[in-house]
């Protein structure tokens, strides 16, 4: 780089470190987030299970409450199940997948799952909880919304909690301290690729 070159870029990075320090400094609050991860792309879930090792590496205390039933344990349920038993995970049992046509069946499964989450959201000691395809129950009305986002309002002040899912609807985008929505520009599988293991799974 020319000396000139050099310079210039020498104090644009000087006033793009002071911007940074000085939104770090505003930064002020100590408490834990409410985090949405939505949209259509893919990466809700990984990104979910991405806080998850975070978390973990700092022996925080994690719960995971997953509200929809996949054919196969995906490989980090897996993980989680067999490799992490300080992970506290609930996984929705029999009732409502993408195949069921059971609507009181799928309700019932709902709300049981809905109390393991709920336990979660009153207990201090949980640094972290990922409810994962949260928003689809209530997409479905199969889970009372109010219900819902009064138990993350009301949630330990320190206590970090993660939602993911399509949808989610207004008021839980307002409740929410963090939303990031996923767009899908493109994906494999509309390409004819296969789910991949370790991948989509
Ligand atoms: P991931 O679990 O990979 O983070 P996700 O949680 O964002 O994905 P879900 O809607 O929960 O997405 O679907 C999970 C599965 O569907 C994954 O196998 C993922 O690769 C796949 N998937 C996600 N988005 C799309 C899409 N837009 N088109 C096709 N398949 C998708
Ligand atoms: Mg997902």
């Not at 992970?87 to 029999?94: E, P």
């Not at 689809?136 to 309002?153: C, H, P, S, T, V």
Request: aromatic share 6%; glycine share 10%; net charge neutral.
């Amino acid at each position: 780089m020319s000396n000139d070159k050099e310079q210039r870029h020498k104090e644009a990075m000087k006033k793009q470190k002071a911007k940074v320090d000085a939104n770090i400094a505003a930064a002020d609050e100590e408490r834990g987030v409410a985090i949405l991860l939505t949209g259509n792309g893919k990466g809700k879930s990984s990104s979910a299970f991405g806080m998850v090792m975070r978390a973990l590496g700092y022996d925080h205390t994690v719960g995971v409450v997953q509200f929809i039933k996949g054919a196969q344990l995906s490989g980090e349920e897996l993980f989680v199940k067999n490799k992490c038993p300080e992970v506290t995970l609930y996984q929705m049992g029999t009732g409502f997948t993408w195949n069921t046509q059971d609507r009181s069946g799928d309700i019932a499964a709902a709300e049981e799952t809905w109390a393991q989450a709920e336990a979660m959201l009153q207990d201090e000691r949980y640094d972290l909880v990922v409810l994962d395809e949260l928003t689809y129950m209530i997409g479905y009305k199969y889970l009372d919304e109010q219900k819902i986002l009064d138990a993350i309002k009301n949630r330990p002040r320190e206590q970090s909690v993660v939602v993911t899912g399509r949808g989610g609807g207004s008021a839980l985008q307002e409740l929410v301290d963090t939303v990031a929505e996923i767009k899908d520009v493109k994906h494999a599988f509309r390409a004819g690729v296969k789910a991949r293991k370790g991948v989509d799974y």
